[in-house]
């Protein structure tokens, strides 16, 4: 069953804490991305990476890291130094061929900071 | 920066009437492509158009992309409660990066 997960689904942390989300494709995809979406709002990319080994910040990188050590993995981690990082966080992937590059995405991350 | 400006943010029909969101492009796309997000949901992939004045419908759907392949449509005939949701375009940038440059979305409500 092919596709793409996250996990957890909804988590839970205190304030100055990092956090990693997961997100694992198994759609043999060379991209991957995160996007926060806030409230209302539409889809921020904060990370992508266009190959295993090789990422590129979007347009909110900071405050966030990631790794692209497997070509099915691209975990984010959610560092005590953004400011605001309740969100939901959605991760996706696609191929690299802009004819048929439609984005997969996960089910997505609820995260809290209390 | 590259941008992609998607009217309106909001819109409320009554289960019948017909919708149709907005997408113009400061600069000119390879591709345009259109999600839907149900609420609490995550985007699911609609449809792509490459080509300039290329329509495509999928049923009470009809999407559009413009000649100069810098605006997009989606029109949506008699609206069901179903169609509840947001819709997103997004595209590549001819000649730029390979990341997808997403509009804000449209949330459409439906009375029934």
């Known amino acids: 069953d092919g596709g793409i997960t996250q996990s957890p689904k909804y988590l839970f942390r205190k304030e100055g804490q990092n956090v990693t989300l997961s997100c694992e494709q198994n759609?043999?995809?060379?991209?991957m991305y995160w996007y926060r979406q806030d409230p209302g709002q539409g889809l921020r990319l904060i990370y992508y990476s266009q190959i295993v080994n090789d990422f590129q910040k979007g347009d909110i990188a900071e405050g966030y890291s990631v790794s692209r050590e497997k070509k099915e993995s691209f975990p984010l981690t959610v560092t005590s130094a953004q400011k605001n990082p309740t969100a939901f966080y959605l991760c996706?992937?696609?191929?690299?061929?802009?004819?048929?590059?439609?984005?997969?995405f996960g089910p997505g991350t609820r995260l809290t900071v209390l | 920066g590259q941008q992609v400006m998607q009217i309106p943010q909001y819109q409320h029909v009554q289960e019948g009437e017909d919708f149709t969101t907005y997408c113009n492009s400061s600069?000119?796309?390879?591709?345009i492509q259109w999600y839907k997000q149900r609420p609490g949901g995550h985007p699911v992939f609609l449809i792509q158009?490459?080509?300039?004045?290329e329509v495509k419908k999928q049923k009470r759907l009809t999407f559009q992309f413009g000649e100069a392949k810098k605006n997009s449509s989606l029109h949506i005939t008699a609206t069901q409660t179903t169609d509840v949701g947001t819709y997103f375009c997004?595209?590549?940038?001819?000649?730029?990066?390979?990341?997808?440059?997403f509009g804000k979305g449209t949330k459409l409500t439906v009375n029934p």
């Open positions: 997004a595209g590549n940038v001819q000649g730029g990066s390979e990341k997808l440059v």
């Open positions: 996706a992937s696609s191929t690299r061929d802009y004819r048929y590059n439609e984005q997969f």
């Open positions: 759609l043999n995809h060379d991209a």
């Open positions: 600069t000119t796309l390879s591709n």
């Open positions: 158009l490459v080509k300039s004045g």
